[in-house]
């Protein structure tokens, strides 16, 4: 066994939550060590987790691609463009998303070596206390064994299946396989029409399959506002996604030919897709199953979170955990957020994460984005407050951009004007919710950000819109 090393402060996984805490562990002058197994396909280092490897990164390269692709197809003509053919190359649009996924795994490599922090490839486990914290062993060649009195695991999440049937990754997709379908598939069925089965079905539509999602819920987006969720079914319906609601899966079988889901509707009738394709995404589950907790006496919940308080504590002294491992929304940067404010916290400084202002993306066309809280919610706690909505055809930048569906909306307390919630459905809705966070953040009104210059043409003029209608007086409406 190799001779035991002594950090300061040892982060199990590198992920979005795990190597941004590991950076800023390291700029506060802390000895650090990150332990992660991602392999690439040559068996090299990986870091980045499911978000840089097989999420949000190559998600985002294939909606790029796929919609560079419809708009050829169906749009360019609009503004005067000709193009006589149009065919897609899945091979070479695959081959430019393993490049985007590379270049973010150099890049973190990169960082790591910037920082000065000491990177361990293979899998990280407890394996007991120690007079210096904890000692984790690294699956590594060398059997390497590291100590440090403060541990952040920050091991991610893995796709959940559906009970009984496992994904091969060929025909049963999670997230992983359905990032790496060879040839566009006649027939996609998708089990779950949240945010990954939304993208991804979005994705394989555009490139020409059928694709039908089934959805247990028997409302769209339930945890988007409902004026915006309505919006959204009804533009994706326009594009030809078929979304079944109130659905209860009942079986599927997987035999030589189409893959067939037996399910009830809405109404409990019997029904059947037949698809070539399945795409799985019914949830995540958090990957604590190789952490050997006991060994130190962290403990799982039933459902394998680790649990924590407001700063990320365990019960474990001087372990932490952060990311789609404990409570709170799975989202990368929500991971980022905690991963900062543990490090912080470890260094002596006072780290904090505001959750009600973490925003929530969904990369679609229109894309959606929301932060705060929603009109349905608010009318269910019975506060007072009032909305105001813009749509973005009447917004000068959309029209001239050729892409006018959706609105933004806010929400905002009656008596304070303080902004509670912000909502959007339509372009670059993931660049124009940051403005609404930094304005929550500050404790902004709805005022304050009606009587902030923004730039025209801009999609961003919707946002202050829908600010001045908060009060009835929007401009351009």
Request: net charge negative.
């Amino acid at each position: 066994m190799a001779a035991e090393t002594l950090f300061d402060v040892a982060v199990i996984g590198a992920g979005p939550g795990g190597y941004t805490a590991a950076i800023r562990a390291a700029q506060l002058g802390l000895r650090v060590a990150c332990v992660d197994d991602w392999r690439n396909d040559k068996g090299g280092p990986a870091p980045g987790g499911t978000c840089t490897n097989i999420g949000c990164i190559p998600s985002k390269a294939l909606l790029h691609s796929s919609e560079n692709f419809e708009n050829a197809k169906r749009h360019f003509g609009d503004h005067g463009i000709r193009i006589e053919s149009v065919a897609i190359d899945v091979e070479k649009m695959l081959a430019r998303k393993a490049t985007v996924v590379r270049q973010n795994n150099e890049g973190i490599l990169y960082l790591f070596k910037k920082n000065k922090i000491t990177f361990f490839h293979g899998q990280g486990r407890f394996e007991a206390r120690s007079p210096d914290g904890y000692r984790i062993a690294v699956a590594d060649a060398a059997n390497t064994v590291l100590s440090a009195p403060h541990v952040i695991v920050a091991t991610g999440s893995v796709a959940r299946p559906l009970p009984g049937l496992a994904f091969d990754e060929t025909r049963v997709l999670s997230n992983d396989g359905a990032l790496a379908i060879p040839q566009v598939p006649r027939r996609l069925g998708v089990i779950g029409a949240g945010v990954v089965g939304l993208e991804l079905g979005s994705v394989w539509r555009r490139l020409g399959s059928e694709v039908t999602l089934l959805e247990a819920l028997p409302a769209f987006l339930p945890a988007a506002d409902e004026q915006i969720a309505r919006e959204a079914l009804k533009q994706f319906t326009r594009q030809g996604l078929k979304i079944q609601l109130g659905v209860d899966i009942e079986g599927v079988d997987v035999p030589a030919g189409a893959i067939k889901v037996r399910y009830l509707d809405s109404n409990k009738e019997a029904q059947a897709l037949e698809c070539d394709k399945l795409i799985v995404s019914i949830g995540r589950l958090p990957n604590t199953e190789g952490l050997n907790g006991p060994a130190v006496g962290l403990k799982l919940d039933d459902r394998g979170f680790i649990e924590v308080d407001a700063n990320c504590r365990t019960a474990v002294p001087g372990v932490w955990a952060i990311g789609d491992v404990v409570r709170g929304p799975m989202l990368a940067h929500k991971a980022e957020e905690e991963a900062v404010a543990v490090a912080e916290t470890i260094a002596g400084q006072h780290g904090h994460v505001d959750l009600d202002t973490i925003p929530w993306v969904i990369y679609t066309a229109p894309e959606i984005a929301w932060v705060g809280r929603t009109e349905q919610q608010l009318k269910a706690s019975g506060q007072p407050y009032r909305a105001g909505t813009f749509p973005f055809a009447a917004n000068g930048r959309a029209r001239a951009m050729g892409d006018t569906a959706g609105l933004a909306k806010i929400v905002a307390d009656a008596q304070t004007d303080r902004v509670l919630g912000v909502h959007v459905v339509g372009p670059m809705a993931s660049e124009l919710i940051a403005e609404a966070v930094l304005a929550m953040a500050f404790n902004a009104s709805s005022e304050d950000i009606a009587r902030v210059c923004h730039a025209h043409p801009t999609l961003s003029e919707a946002t202050r819109e829908a600010a001045l209608a908060v009060e009835g007086r929007a401009l351009n409406i």
